[in-house]
Each structure stands twice: as structure tokens, then as C-alpha cells.
């Protein structure tokens, strides 16, 4: 991939230290959104990473997944399969539950969303630990859909998100 266009997504996302809390550096995506460039950048290369895995959707984390999996969604014609936080989605859901560093989290999709055999792959802004994507590649394929891989903009690869997710591939556009 070119190392230029990488290095332009790379060089406007923001550093936030102690965010959301003491000892955590949140990687901000929001200046990639407001720079055209930057996130023409990023979506242009995702798209040349799906385009040839003749995809039928994309299941994407909120929130931030939205943002990125909706335009190449447009782009490429493919479904867009939400998983939300509990109690957002309206109609019959199916839930999965990961954990956090405290406690548990969950995660839900519609029941009708994913079709039998659909290729898809789960999208999300940042790879971290890897529980949230790993629980979300384990609901849809749980509902039939064929997991390609798991896909992000950001990986922190010190922290081997990639090992949980196994054996599902993973693909990041920047590491960190
Ligand atoms: P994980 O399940 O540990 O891979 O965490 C991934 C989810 O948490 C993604 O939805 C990220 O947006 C968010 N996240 C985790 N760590 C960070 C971080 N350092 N900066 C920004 N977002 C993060």
C-alpha cells in the first residue's frame, strides 16, 4: 500500500492521554473525518483492500465503524449490518457478551440481518485487545454469515488483538 497515503492518516490522528480514564492513550480518530483528505485517504484504501474479496456486506461496531464501513458500503453495493449497544436496536436482536478490563460488555444485531452464507467481514476504527471484534466475528458467524476477516483503521499491535481474534484473519491500515 502506499506508504504516503498511510502517512497522512497517520500523521493527523490525535494522541488523547487519560482519556477515558488514567493510563489510557485514546487514539482520535475525529481529525481524520475532518480533513477531505485524510479520510478520502483512508477510505480509498480500504476500498482497494475489500474491492477484490467480493463481499455482500460489512458488519460493522458502533459507533465508530459506521462512519467508515458506510461509505464503502455506497461505494462497493453492500449491505451495512449494524451491532449496536444494548437496548439501541428496535426490533428482535441476538446478543454476545466479551470482556472488558472491568466486567463485561454487550453487543446486539437483528435477528434478520445477516443472510445464511453472506460474506462479510466486521469492521471497526481500532483494534485494541481484540474482544470487542472477536465477540462481533462470533454473533454473525452464530447467524450464518461467512467471516472473512476482521478489518481496521488503527491497530495497537502491543497489545496482540490479533491472537484473540484467531482464526479469523485481521488487516489494519495503520499500526501503531
Ligand atoms: P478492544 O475490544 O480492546 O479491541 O477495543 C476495541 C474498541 O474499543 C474499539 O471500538 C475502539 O474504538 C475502542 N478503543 C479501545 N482502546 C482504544 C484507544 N486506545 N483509543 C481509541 N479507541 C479505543
Same mark, same amino acid.
Given at each position: 500500500m502506499d506508504a504516503s497515503r498511510i502517512d497522512r492518516i497517520r500523521n493527523v490522528i490525535r494522541d488523547? $492521554? &487519560?482519556? $477515558? @480514564? $488514567?493510563g489510557i492513550i485514546f487514539k482520535d480518530i475525529t481529525p481524520i473525518l475532518?480533513? $477531505?483528505? #485524510?479520510?478520502?485517504?483512508?477510505? &480509498?484504501?480500504?476500498?482497494e483492500h475489500l474491492r477484490p474479496? +467480493?463481499?455482500d456486506g460489512i458488519v460493522a461496531i458502533e459507533?465508530?465503524?459506521?462512519?467508515? #464501513? +458506510?461509505?464503502? !458500503?455506497?461505494?462497493?453495493?453492500l449491505g451495512l449490518h449494524v451491532v449496536r449497544k444494548p437496548g439501541k436496536l428496535p426490533a428482535a436482536t441476538d446478543?454476545?457478551?466479551y470482556s472488558l478490563e472491568y466486567? @463485561?460488555?454487550?453487543?446486539?444485531?437483528?435477528? &434478520?440481518? =445477516?443472510a445464511k452464507g453472506q460474506r462479510v467481514v466486521v469492521l471497526d476504527d481500532l483494534l485494541a485487545t481484540?474482544?470487542? +471484534? #472477536? #465477540?462481533? +466475528?462470533r454473533l454473525a458467524s452464530r447467524q450464518?454469515?461467512?467471516? =472473512?476477516? !476482521? &478489518?481496521?483503521?488503527?491497530e495497537l499491535g502491543f497489545l496482540e488483538g490479533r491472537k484473540r481474534i484467531q482464526p479469523t484473519p485481521c488487516f489494519s491500515l495503520i499500526p501503531f
Open positions: 488523547v $492521554p &487519560d482519556f $477515558p @480514564k $488514567p475532518t480533513s $477531505p483528505q #485524510a479520510f478520502g485517504a483512508t477510505i &480509498d484504501l480500504l476500498l474479496l +467480493a463481499l459507533s465508530r465503524g459506521f462512519l467508515f #464501513a +458506510a461509505p464503502i !458500503c455506497r461505494e462497493l453495493r446478543s454476545v457478551e466486567g @463485561k460488555g454487550t453487543l446486539q444485531m437483528h435477528t &434478520d440481518s =445477516l481484540g474482544g470487542t +471484534a #472477536a #465477540a462481533v +466475528a450464518g454469515a461467512n467471516v =472473512l476477516e !476482521c &478489518d481496521f483503521v488503527i
